[in-house]
């Protein structure tokens, strides 16, 4: 058995978006446990133990472990001296602008980049291997020009300063409603 049973409660609105969170996770292919260790931090007043993670979510010590380890390596959780305390403290990053720019830069670098490496790598081949179709071949081409034209688009929303990247976010959908309707080709 690796869940404890006896666990903390909490208020019914933390306890749904720690759920929520876990969910979330889950379905873009996060660990749940790691998700709701995150919400929970996210959460919290005060910097938490693992013992104290482990107490409030009714989880294994062990999973909590690991699930910190890797929030650790995402940078969405850090360390936290407590002074008269030997115990490691965690808490999470609470500037959610942040946040979504640690698992935005953690995507690209476990996705998109392998994916525009390993589109590139089929481009050229396709190019050289007069089986490919040319179908095939200019789909091949269609795909790598996207991810690339995304990882761009991502590179240079890394360069636009805070305020002037909300004020962009805000205007999109302004700038919407004045582009043709249709589905271009």
């Not at 666990?7 to 978006?17: G, H, I, Q, T, Y």
């Not at 938490?48 to 699930?67: F, P, Q, W, Y």
């Not at 962009?168 to 080709?185: D, M, N, Q």
């Amino acid at each position: 058995m690796t869940e404890i049973t006896a666990k903390k409660k909490l208020p019914a609105v933390v306890e749904r978006f720690i759920l929520h969170w876990g969910d979330m996770g889950d379905q873009w292919g996060v660990n749940r446990s790691v998700s709701q260790i995150h919400g929970l931090l996210y959460l919290a007043e005060a910097p938490m133990t693992a013992e104290d993670i482990a107490d409030t979510l009714g989880m294994a010590r062990s999973n909590v472990s690991n699930s910190i380890k890797e929030l650790l390596s995402w940078g969405l959780i850090r360390r936290v001296p407590i002074l008269g305390d030997r115990r490691d403290h965690f808490e999470a990053e609470t500037d959610i602008w942040e946040v979504a720019a640690k698992i935005a830069a953690g995507r690209k670098e476990r996705e998109i980049d392998p994916a525009v490496a390993a589109l590139r790598a089929c481009v050229t081949d396709a190019a050289d291997d007069p089986s490919i179709s040319a179908v095939a071949s200019k789909r091949l081409k269609g795909m790598l020009a996207f991810t690339e034209l995304v990882d761009r688009w991502y590179v240079q929303m890394l360069n636009v300063p805070r305020p002037r990247l909300v004020a962009l976010i805000k205007l999109g959908e302004k700038i919407v409603s004045f582009l043709p309707t249709g589905r271009a080709k």
